[in-house]
């Protein structure tokens, strides 16, 4: 059985960075994505980042820029760096795993990090 704990988060300044760690346990296989989500308090959850088992990165228009995804395979761990943070970027932030296992899709969820960001 697959997992995904989050975690990284904290109260932090405006401007100030923090790096988000998501890691999966058990076997994820060779044909995955994980995604980055963001929940804001009275907001739809909102996709951040993407990045393929290949190491192929997608990020919606609109976060282009402060976030970068990456991966450590080894680990099975995958980051978000996230930089220049403002209020409005305060919400819990969720990792989900979507694998592919013989013609299956399955889709796994962590109960997510909380970022605040406060003066």
């Known amino acids: 059985q697959v997992q995904v704990v989050e975690s990284g988060g904290g109260v932090v300044q405006p401007g100030e960075s923090l790096r988000l760690s998501c890691e999966a346990s058990?076997?994820?296989?060779?044909?995955?994505?994980f995604s980055w989500y963001r929940q804001a308090p009275g907001k739809q959850r909102e996709l951040l980042a993407t990045?393929?088992?290949?190491?192929?990165?997608n990020y919606p228009n609109s976060m282009k820029g402060r976030f970068t995804i990456s991966k450590d395979n080894a680990r099975n761990t995958v980051y978000l760096q996230t930089t220049l943070l403002q209020p409005e970027d305060t919400g819990v932030y969720l990792c989900?795993?979507?694998?592919?296992?013989?013609?299956?899709?399955?889709?796994?969820w962590g109960q997510g990090t909380q970022v605040t960001v406060s003066s």
């Open positions: 989900n795993l979507l694998r592919a296992v013989s013609g299956r899709a399955f889709s796994d």
């Open positions: 058990g076997d994820i296989g060779n044909d995955y994505a």
């Open positions: 990045i393929t088992s290949l190491g192929h990165k």
